[in-house]
């Protein structure tokens, strides 16, 4: 497994501090300090809004939403009460999360297997109108969803589908970016794999489910996180479709809970932070996948 | 059956079939009802054709034209803070100084904002940015010698707050796709420069910059996009759709307004054109730009 190897492996070309001919007036090692305090510096800043939820949660919900969130904590104050609510009484929550858990692994699953199924097309066969509908696939890609949701969200109304996991799945199942992504990795692939299918007599389709996708498996594994990452985090089109409250997902439900009139304090904060921890977790475990898959968009091949 | 399944003529447009039907139902059939309903009064799912009036309503429409500054500012700025910042940390990410483990931990915690979502970073930045005197951006205030700031209820000041998100959010985002790039420069440039004599600085701008062209070009326009198209940061940094005196509305959140929240379908629609218009405007011309189409077609 590649776990960890991205940090705990020195880059090449790259060795500690000082060991770079110095030139300039202050030294290598010099350089190298103000450097690496300059990065641990930006990158403790860029940790306080997590950490501080993470402290929120052994604070009382109604004094953080009134007073806000403060570097003067005092210790004093702090209490797992948050935490014996959450896991005593926590109304709907865990329904949310269950729900956001199954809807993402549904939605991954679907998005995986539509999208390299389509990407395949793309990078091993000559059609005609192969170059049209690529550009169609790039252009699609880079439009932001905020400006189909309108539109989509008339049409599924007329159809019925309002309020339906299906519709929260269906529109994104062949995904442009996932599709681009594969199709670059199927580039890759030699194509005598399918010539020596097409000999014993597998179907085209036998050839990419038993012979291609098997190989796949790190542009899966990419794929897999990036979009769980997305679906996890869904919240702009469950927000238009999802109307009962029993189908609410974690960013739904946790919306719910910031009202003027809310009485739910306690939950939000301490929910919001565990609806990070299996992203979190899944991100100390697949680093690589993470940024792979994220910046997979900027890849031209 | 058995021809259909081993025809290399039909496969792949057999492949290619689910993308083409989502495109149908999902892309093509919405965006054109859409564009009949830009032209229509909507009322009780019957339109009635009123020819270009909504148009003429949005022109004349001076909520949409705030909006739309809005938008457009937030989007400028967004790409002056995010375009450069990343490039700079990504540099010194990629100098050959420095400790590698520190540089992991950097990578790493300047990663993990983009993994939360819009929902959590919004409450989190809510409760930073609050009014009291004690909340973290009033301390930081105070420290820098000015008093405690009611953030949310400031143009200015709210907008410094929303873009605090996106530069929370998008800096090791941005950073990671400059990285990328700046690795995939043949080391041998640098060596060539270095034996005639070239400095760090030299090499970054005569170097680092003009090879990381494709990669700027990307990331200034998913940017632009991810500008024009902001919305969700607003409605849960205000805890909704209303900011005071709409100082944080965007076009996309006035299009949520009239289309999801009043049901002005026809008016929405409308809104929703003229932005779509914008965007594949920009679309085409960044695709030309980086010589996308040349390549696939060749």
């Given at each position: 497994m590649a776990v960890q190897q991205t940090t705990a492996r020195p880059a090449p070309g790259r060795t500690g501090p000082g060991r770079e001919p110095g030139r300039r007036s202050i030294g290598p090692t010099a350089a190298g300090w103000i450097q690496s305090a300059f990065l641990v510096v930006i990158a403790l800043i860029a940790l306080v809004p997590i950490l501080a939820i993470f402290v929120g949660t052994f604070q009382d919900g109604n004094e953080l939403i009134r007073r806000g969130m403060t570097f003067a904590v005092d210790p004093t104050s702090l209490s797992l009460d948050n935490y014996v609510l959450l896991f005593t009484d926590s109304g709907p929550y865990f329904r949310w999360f269950g729900n956001t858990l199954l809807l993402t692994v549904a939605q991954v699953a679907g998005t995986l297997l539509v999208s390299a199924f389509v990407a395949y097309g793309f990078a091993m066969y000559e059609f005609r109108t192969k170059t049209l509908w690529f550009i169609v696939v790039l252009l699609v890609m880079t439009v932001p969803f905020e400006m189909l949701m309108l539109p989509l969200y008339v049409q599924v109304n007329d159809m019925g589908l309002a309020d339906t996991y299906a519709v929260i799945v269906l529109p994104f199942l062949a995904a442009p970016v996932t599709i681009f992504f594969f199709r670059q990795y199927f580039l890759g692939i030699p194509k005598e794999i399918l010539e020596a299918g097409r000999v014993d007599g597998v179907s085209e389709f036998g050839i990419f489910f038993r012979l291609v996708l098997p190989i796949a498996k790190p542009a899966l594994a990419a794929m897999a996180i990036l979009n769980g990452m997305i679906c996890w985090n869904n919240f702009l089109w469950p927000l238009l479709v999802l109307r009962s409250p029993e189908k609410f997902t974690l960013p739904i439900g946790l919306n719910t809970l910031l009202t003027p009139y809310g009485n739910n304090y306690e939950l939000l904060i301490i929910g919001a932070f565990f609806s990070l921890i299996p992203v979190l977790i899944l991100f100390l475990a697949f680093q690589r996948f993470f940024i792979e898959g994220i910046t997979a968009g900027a890849v031209k091949g | 059956m058995r021809q259909l399944l081993y025809s290399k003529r039909l496969a792949p447009y057999l492949f290619i079939l689910p993308f083409l039907v989502t495109l149908a139902v999902f892309w093509v059939v919405p965006l054109s009802r859409s564009f009949v309903m830009s032209t229509q009064e909507v009322l009780y799912g019957q339109g009635t054709f009123i020819g270009l009036a909504n148009y003429e309503r949005l022109w004349g429409d001076r909520i949409f034209w705030q909006a739309l500054f809005n938008s457009v500012r937030y989007m400028v700025l967004t790409l002056v803070l995010l375009v450069p910042i990343p490039l700079v940390l990504a540099a010194l990410v990629n100098s050959s100084i420095g400790s590698a483990r520190i540089k992991g931990f950097f990578k790493a915690s300047m990663f993990v904002?983009?993994?939360?979502?819009v929902v959590v970073a919004g409450i989190v930045f809510r409760l930073i940015f609050?009014?009291?005197?004690?909340?973290m951006m009033n301390q930081v205030a105070e420290f820098f010698g000015f008093g405690p700031v009611?953030?949310?209820?400031g143009d200015i000041t709210g907008l410094v707050a929303l873009l605090a998100i996106a530069l929370w959010r998008w800096t090791g985002v941005n950073m990671m796709y400059f990285l990328a790039g700046m690795q995939a420069i043949p080391s041998e440039y640098y060596e060539a420069a270095s034996i005639d004599g070239a400095g760090k600085v030299r090499q970054f701008f005569h170097i680092t910059l003009p090879n990381l062209r494709p990669t700027i070009v990307y990331v200034v326009t998913i940017s632009v996009y991810g500008g024009l198209a902001m919305f969700l940061e607003s409605f849960m940094l205000y805890a909704g759709n209303n900011s005071p005196n709409n100082q944080g509305l965007t076009v996309v959140g006035y299009l949520y307004r009239k289309?999801?929240?009043?049901?002005d379908l026809g008016f929405a629609s409308a809104v929703g054109v003229v932005l779509l218009l914008l965007v594949m405007a920009i679309n085409i011309s960044y695709l030309t730009a980086s010589g996308t189409f040349k390549k696939e077609a060749a």
């Open positions: - | 904002p983009a993994l939360t979502s609050a009014e009291s005197d004690s909340a009611r953030w949310l209820r289309g999801i929240e009043e049901n």
